[in-house]
């Protein structure tokens, strides 16, 4: 069974600083990786997806790579805004595209 | 379009009550997914439609556990005999069909069983 860690569990950082989350997975026969943010009690909002065949997407302030072989994923926040602060998951797909697994999400803090 | 939306928002049970779901996905998309969420984790994957044929289920979904898709359209989950732990946040997302395709997530359903 595919498993999925994200490391830091919690980041607390000042406004303006960039920053990397990070996203390990076991099985790199993966079918794509999507990233999230979720604000308390709310769902998930979509961030960026990487096709398995592809390695990096950009949206705006936001970057994320994908390395397969190492079973990495990595989100790269530019110039972070107290907006941001927020729980970040990262969900990858089984090579079906049938399920999908998340991690346990990285909780962000940006300190004005 | 209005996204994917579910309904109830809340709903507080008590144990040994049913209980049912609803999710109406974004029109054009043929994939529907529900996951379960507890307070501190990533969501749960439970069961996989493509259009009205359920085609994963996760041993999570024991047999007091069901869902369908008539018509390939919205989606409901029913939970029978809930019990405590069946407390959570219960998330409907859909798609489009292929590994382009993003997951697109409702607000979820809030369930408590007292």
């Known amino acids: 069974k595919q498993e999925v860690t994200q490391i830091p569990a919690a980041l607390s950082v000042p406004e303006g600083e960039n920053l990397v989350l990070n996203c390990s997975f076991t099985?790199?026969?993966?079918?794509?990786l999507q990233w999230f943010r979720q604000d308390p009690g709310k769902g998930l909002t979509s961030l960026l997806l990487?096709?398995?065949?592809?390695r990096e997407q950009t949206s705006g302030r936001l970057n994320a790579s994908l390395d397969k072989s190492s079973g990495r994923s990595t989100l790269y926040i530019a110039a972070s805004q107290p907006g941001d602060s927020a729980t970040y998951l990262c969900?990858?797909?089984?090579?079906?595209?049938?399920?999908?697994?998340f991690g346990t999400g990285t909780s962000l803090t940006v300190i004005p | 379009d209005t996204g994917v939306s579910q309904n109830p928002r809340h709903k507080i049970t008590k144990r040994g009550q049913n209980v049912t779901f609803r999710c109406d996905p974004i029109?054009?998309?043929?994939?529907l997914y529900w996951y379960r969420q507890t307070l501190g984790q990533g969501p749960e994957f439970l069961t996989y439609?493509?259009?009205?044929?359920?085609?994963?289920k996760s041993r999570l979904l024991s047999d007091r556990f069901s869902a369908e898709r008539p018509k390939g359209s919205f989606s409901t989950l029913e939970i029978q005999r809930t019990e405590q732990g069946d407390s959570a946040m219960y998330l409907c997302?859909?798609?489009?069909?292929?590994?382009?395709?993003?997951?697109?997530f409702g607000p979820g359903t809030r369930l408590t069983v007292t």
């Open positions: 099985d790199s026969a993966i079918y794509n």
């Open positions: 969900a990858v797909g089984a090579n079906t595209g049938n399920q999908f697994y």
């Open positions: 990487i096709q398995s065949s592809q």
């Open positions: 439609f493509q259009n009205e044929a359920q085609l994963e």
């Open positions: 997302a859909s798609s489009q069909s292929g590994f382009l395709y993003e997951q697109y």
């Open positions: 029109s054009e998309h043929n994939r």
